[in-house]
């Protein structure tokens, strides 16, 4: 079909700044008259958002601002439609705007500012130096300002910058050197290996790789007792002990230190050498060193049977300093805590102090310390590992508890029970049994065993026809042998209950049946003789209730005080006459007390001394300070006393005293007015007193 739409070619600039509309084109169709009967439609990519037609004219404008580099064409369709019936009057037929570009956006450097790096001392490439042998160290950074313009150049165009950072990159083309050709350095003789004597730093000005450092001795007396080491991040030489010094053996080492650089490059070497060297003299400082232990380990071997008292091992330690002091030994308690082990303070003599038990402890890890007698505070220790042997020092016994059952239709032969043994000891070759019937059932007719030779034995019946009622419940005694020096034994009883059993073998019971009792027994029978054996139960306890009241007024009451115990008798003695009423040693010898109390019968104590108490075997001399002492035994021996403290002071008093003497024995010679006359009233027993301080006249007569 021939095409009726005329219209304009297309083209828009781009950015225009215009306040009215911008006019694009004319749409028209041949059937458009200029009645006003045809109406323009536009549809497509930006149709009456960026496009606007007049529906009667057919102009297009754009109505916003368009922008070539967003987008550079739009594609549209129009329609010619009659006004009246809106039908279409042609085929829709597609057009294309295509925005022009103007020179609106200026050069521009996308990844700016830019940063290189160029070697210094580079040849010329495409950034050109513009000086010669261009130093790093003496300036590193440069900035330089690049502009870039569009049309060519020409009037009107516009123009870009940008920066470009360039870095010079180092090189190795300065050699290492030591700030100083001479280091003086101590350590103290007691520096453990590995420490740190000193540091050496060789200088470099390069940077990086090119100023890596390389440190080694070279030359010198102490190559084999110090080292050197490079710390790598501030690139400095650390010098440490390789070996324990000592003072006493050399006292100063000359050592020849090199710094060099490791990653060299051959358009520089004219530069080098890239090495230097220093020297470093160490002295070695004296400090007082803890005794030394030769060897500085010790293993024992001991077997458990050693006596208490046998030397086991000789320590030795020995004072590493000039002066030599002398030693003395002891033993670590944490690590002997059950004080097994006891070493001589001077010899250094390890002995035995306790029975070893390899079954309780095989191994022994302890510590024996050495000190210097002139120095405490200097000591050594060794740690001494001491082995168990073991001997053959227990006898094998049952592993368990047995216990069997036969039945009563067993057969001659029939196996009741498996019994195995176990042993504390361990011998080397291993541990095997010897199993038998005790001497005394060697000979048991209703049993017999039978040693597997595996550590295990089986009991067997000898005989069948075994029966409830006559005997429920056999002991059979096995004697159980090990194989060790000397051999050891034991007997185990194995238990063996007669059981009635159904005919697959099956227990039924093990009790004894109730037809043993007589048939005539009723029931009522039953319960009166338990309602009798009920009542003489009774009796009895009431007995012992009646026994125990008539013993209780002798018993001391846990309540009183038992350190003053009045003991008080029906009689009166003849004074100081009498010496069989009342013997002073009783009150210090526990078991005199306790035989005059059983002697005198007539003369019953209200209150029994507690001097039974102290044990019988401590003998006491008769004075203040051995009672005192058996008190002290006493209480110490009674593991059950509560552990109360008892604070006794005894004041004496006389001479020297602040008090002086306030005792009545020496009032005869002072001038006192106290009268004693009235102990001549007191009776015979009295009569020694009433002679002392008694007044007398001059014929001798008491007054």
């Known amino acids: 079909?021939?095409?009726?739409?005329?219209?304009?070619?297309?083209?828009?600039?781009?950015?225009?700044?215009?306040?009215?509309?911008?006019?694009?084109?004319?749409?028209?169709?041949?059937?458009?008259?200029?009645?006003?009967?045809?109406?323009?439609?536009?549809?497509?990519?930006?149709?009456?958002?960026?496009?606007?037609?007049?529906?009667?004219?057919?102009?297009?404008?754009?109505?916003?601002?368009?922008?070539?580099?967003?987008?550079?064409?739009?594609?549209?369709?129009?329609?010619?439609l009659d006004r009246r019936t809106g039908r279409p009057m042609e085929p829709e037929s597609e057009f294309i705007i295509k925005i022009q570009d103007i020179n609106d956006n200026e050069p521009k450097f996308l990844d700016g500012p830019y940063v290189a790096s160029v070697p210094e001392m580079s040849p010329v490439g495409l950034i050109r130096t513009a000086l010669m042998n261009m130093d790093r160290e003496a300036k590193e950074y440069y900035e330089v300002i690049i502009q870039a313009k569009d049309m060519g150049g020409q009037l009107g165009g516009l123009a870009?910058?940008?920066?470009?950072?360039?870095?010079?990159?180092?090189?190795?083309?300065?050699?290492?050197?030591?700030?100083?050709?001479?280091?003086?350095?101590?350590?103290l003789e007691s520096a453990p290996v590995s420490s740190t004597v000193g540091r050496v730093v060789a200088k470099d000005l390069d940077e990086g790789i090119n100023a890596e450092m390389k440190y080694s001795l070279v030359d010198g007396d102490g190559l084999d007792v110090f080292d050197i080491n490079t710390d790598p991040n501030y690139q400095v030489g650390i010098i440490t002990v390789?070996?324990?010094?000592?003072?006493?053996?050399?006292?100063?080492?000359?050592?020849?230190?090199?710094?060099?650089?490791?990653?060299?490059?051959?358009?520089?070497?004219?530069?080098?050498?890239?090495?230097?060297?220093?020297?470093?003299?160490?002295?070695?400082?004296?400090?007082?060193?803890?005794?030394v232990f030769e060897p500085s380990f010790y293993f024992v071997e001991v077997p458990e049977n050693v006596e208490i008292?046998?030397?086991?091992?000789?320590?030795?330690?020995?004072?590493?300093?000039?002066?030599?002091?002398?030693?003395?030994?002891?033993?670590?308690?944490?690590s002997d805590p059950g004080r097994f082990f006891y070493v001589d303070i001077t010899s250094g003599a390890l002995m035995t102090a306790r029975p070893l038990d390899r079954e309780d402890i095989s191994w022994?890890?302890?510590?024996?310390?050495?000190?210097?007698?002139?120095n405490p505070s200097q000591v050594g220790s060794v740690s001494v590992t001491v082995k168990v042997l073991d001997v053959?020092?227990?006898?094998?016994?049952?592993?368990?508890?047995?216990?069997?059952?036969?039945c009563e239709n067993a057969k001659a032969g029939q196996l009741i029970q498996t019994v195995s043994a176990i042993d504390r000891d361990d011998p080397q070759d291993g541990q095997h049994f010897y199993y038998s019937l005790a001497p005394e059932a060697a000979n048991n007719p209703n049993f017999t065993l039978r040693d597997n030779q595996d550590n295990t034995a089986w009991i067997l019946t000898r005989r069948s026809g075994f029966r409830q009622h006559e005997q429920n419940t056999f002991y059979l005694p096995i004697l159980?042998?090990?194989?060790?020096?000397?051999?050891?034994?034991?007997?185990?009883?194995?238990?063996?209950?007669?059981?009635?059993?159904?005919?697959?073998?099956?227990v039924m019971s093990c009790n004894a049946e109730a037809y043993v009792l007589p048939v005539s027994l009723s029931r009522g029978a039953l319960i009166a003789i338990l309602a009798c054996i009920f009542v003489l139960l009774v009796l009895v306890l009431l007995i012992l209730s009646m026994r125990r009241q008539r013993k209780q007024p002798y018993i001391i009451d846990e309540e009183e005080n038992i350190h003053e115990n009045i003991v008080r008798y029906d009689?009166?003695?003849?004074?100081?006459?009498?010496?069989?009423?009342?013997?002073?040693?009783?009150?210090?010898?526990?078991?005199?007390?306790?035989?005059?109390?059983?002697?005198?019968?007539?003369?019953?104590?209200?209150?029994?001394?507690l001097s039974r108490y102290v044990p019988q075997a401590r003998v006491m001399d008769n004075n203040v300070h051995n009672y005192v002492l058996a008190k002290l035994y006493e209480a110490d021996m009674d593991l059950w006393a509560p552990p109360f403290d008892s604070l006794q002071t005894y004041m004496f008093e006389g001479n020297g005293s602040v008090a002086e003497s306030l005792s009545s024995l020496q009032s005869v010679t002072t001038d006192s007015d106290q009268s004693y006359d009235y102990l001549t009233d007191w009776g015979p027993r009295f009569k020694k007193l009433a002679e002392m301080y008694g007044a007398t006249d001059s014929s001798g007569a008491l007054w």
């Not at 710094?259 to 003299?281: C, I, K, Q, S, W």
């Not at 194989?483 to 059993?501: D, F, I, Q, Y």
Request: aromatic share 8%; proline share 5%; with cysteine.
């Open 1 to 80: 079909m021939k095409r009726s739409w005329v219209w304009n070619q297309f083209f828009v600039l781009e950015e225009y700044t215009g306040t009215d509309p911008l006019y694009v084109g004319k749409l028209h169709s041949d059937m458009d008259r200029g009645d006003g009967s045809i109406k323009y439609i536009l549809s497509g990519e930006g149709a009456g958002i960026v496009f606007t037609i007049d529906d009667t004219t057919g102009d297009i404008h754009a109505i916003q601002r368009l922008d070539r580099e967003e987008r550079s064409q739009y594609t549209l369709r129009a329609q010619a």
């Open 160 to 187: 870009g910058t940008t920066t470009v950072n360039i870095t010079l990159s180092d090189v190795n083309d300065n050699p290492p050197r030591f700030p100083q050709k001479h280091y003086q350095m101590s350590v």
């Open 242 to 291: 390789r070996k324990p010094l000592s003072f006493e053996s050399k006292k100063s080492y000359t050592l020849k230190v090199e710094g060099a650089n490791p990653h060299l490059e051959m358009r520089f070497l004219n530069l080098g050498p890239f090495r230097d060297t220093t020297t470093v003299h160490i002295t070695v400082e004296d400090v007082d060193e803890p005794p």
């Open 309 to 334: 008292g046998t030397t086991i091992q000789i320590i030795s330690a020995k004072d590493p300093d000039v002066t030599n002091n002398s030693i003395r030994y002891s033993i670590d308690r944490s």
């Open 364 to 374: 022994h890890n302890i510590t024996v310390l050495a000190m210097e007698l002139n």
């Open 392 to 406: 053959n020092d227990n006898a094998p016994e049952f592993a368990r508890f047995y216990e069997a059952f036969v």
């Open 480 to 506: 159980i042998s090990d194989n060790g020096r000397p051999v050891l034994s034991s007997t185990g009883t194995l238990t063996v209950h007669v059981c009635s059993c159904d005919d697959d073998g099956m």
């Open 571 to 609: 009689d009166e003695g003849g004074g100081e006459e009498d010496t069989e009423a009342f013997d002073i040693a009783a009150m210090w010898n526990p078991r005199e007390a306790q035989m005059v109390a059983k002697n005198r019968q007539d003369m019953l104590p209200e209150i029994e001394s």
